[in-house]
């Protein structure tokens, strides 16, 4: 291929080209680096995975004429789903099919804390996490592992 072909026609203009490239990645915030490193980094590799499936924030609102005052998201894995609701004061939630566990609340910034799941699926998580966040589930049949998520409620500023 010719240097022609490439769009560069001397050495001056493809040092040029790659000076600037160069420059660019350097104005990249060193948070949204970061953050996308993490995005592919787990943790526990054993861990599967559950995705996002439904999130009320971005839901259609249909025929509603106000906004929700909770948020509700679910998260699938193969064997099970997490369920959440996210209110003013807490994070709830249940494991369906039901089953006892732990879960661990895993902040982008902070202490990882652990919150028991008891046998009907159910926990709450006091206070309400801040910030960037993921839930770790734990149980005999199961290690889940939730998308990074914000507790952030439709029509609030928190």
């Known amino acids: 291929m010719s240097a022609m072909a490439t769009g560069w026609d001397s050495d001056e203009r493809l040092l040029a080209d790659l000076g600037a490239a160069l420059r660019a990645e350097r104005e990249v915030p060193e ?3 970061e953050i996308g490193r993490e995005a592919f980094a787990w943790y526990d590799v054993d861990a599967e995975l559950a995705a996002l499936t439904f999130d009320s924030a971005t ?17 699938a894995a193969r064997r099970l789903t997490i369920e959440l609701e996210v209110t ?19 902040p982008r910034e902070g202490e990882t804390r652990t919150v028991p799941v008891d046998e009907v699926g159910w926990f709450a998580i006091r206070p309400r996490p801040a910030g960037l966040f993921r839930l770790h589930l734990h149980t005999a049949e199961s290690d889940v592992l939730t998308e990074w998520m914000s507790t952030r409620v439709p029509g609030s500023s928190a």
Do not use: N
């Open 31 to 33: 948070r949204f680096l």
């Open 88 to 106: 003013a004061g807490a994070l709830v939630g249940q494991v369906v099919p039901p089953q006892p566990g732990e879960l661990e609340v895993q």
């Open 59 to 75: 839901a259609p609102a249909g025929t509603r004429a106000e906004t929700a005052t909770l948020r509700a998201l679910t998260f």
